[in-house]
């Protein structure tokens, strides 16, 4: 039985997409059959970071309005023939998403595959509900910085009341996962410190994703950071927390500043 | 290229180092989200409140729904809930007499042009 997993913010342009498509490789390396779901209707842009835009011919809302079925809008992976993208409409009205469409693909995935990633459009509204409806796990991710860690309180308070899980009396299991971390800058205290926004959202760290070129140098290329440059630094950061996902105990490193790679143990375990 | 991050990376770590703005985000954070937290689910309770008021009120004047106001302020000892309902003008009319049910709550028909 597949897990459902919402990556999901409030703040805009913190890293969802990234994280989703960087995550969903990296479970998919690991042997596991994966399916990610751009719920951004009106703006897709999973298929584009993921190198899957040409190949594009039925979205979600096909399958929703009964247009497609869910096989014909799949795409599969050019590099792991066990990872799947359901892109968004780009055209289509987002009220043409309903809960019981999303519902019946969610159910219909579950048999089929081990991770469904909703990778969550930005803010509250239906879209962003809709893709935390079903969840089972969430990963809330944040920038160091006020204004990010503020909305991902909100979506924290959403998650523990308006997902299906919340309305049965079960909880979401919830990450925080810190994105466009500048160790130098946390260093001149200039950065809310990982401390600090742990303590104020009272979740777990399941990763800590350095700021980096790569990330932008993937995104040009439409491949996910980890296939990309997998040693690179937010690849390694995003592969940890994969493994921290499917249950693996791995140290929490904190990336440090100009010296490189001199990194401490923070003595934290995630989830 | 080298020369300028020679220059910048000079500049950060200057003899005086602009002081550390980290500690007031996460004080400003706190007490910002101790009540936003608070107040979270209060617009439900206020929509609910609103509509409970309207229904008992209309059941003895007419009145247009639009013109209820219901506001709630926490203040740090005391918190008030204000209603505010405007009556239309010629209010004699708009009273619904005793055992009358034509009319239904938010129901304008009875009240009279200005």
Known sequence: MAKVLVVTSGKGGVGKTTSTAAIGAALAQAGQRVVVIDFDVGLRNLDLVMGAERRVVFDLINVVQGIAKLPQALIRDKRLDNLWLLPASQTKDKDALTEEGVGRIIKELRTNCDWILCDSPAGIERGAMLAMRHADEAIIVTNPEVSSVRDSDRIIGMLDSKTARAEKGERVEKHVLITRYDAARAARGEMITIEDILEILATPLLGIIPESQDVLRASNVGSPVTLNNPASAPARAYLDATKRLLGETVPMLVPSGRKGLMNLLLGRRAA | ?114
């Open chain 2, 1 to 114: 290229m080298s020369m300028l991050r020679l220059f910048s990376s000079r500049r950060a770590t200057a003899p005086v180092p602009s002081p550390a703005t980290a500690p007031i985000a996460r004080e400003r954070l706190q007490i910002l989200l101790a009540h936003e937290r608070g107040m979270r689910g209060q617009p439900d309770l206020l929509m609910r409140l609103r509509e409970e008021i309207l229904a008992v009120v209309s059941r003895h004047v007419v009145l247009d729904p639009d013109k209820v106001i219901v506001r709630m302020e926490r203040g740090k000892h005391v918190s008030t809930l204000e209603v505010d309902i405007e009556l239309p003008s010629g209010s004699e009319n708009a009273f619904v007499p005793p055992g009358d049910d034509r009319r239904q709550p938010g129901d304008l028909r009875a009240v009279p042009a200005k």
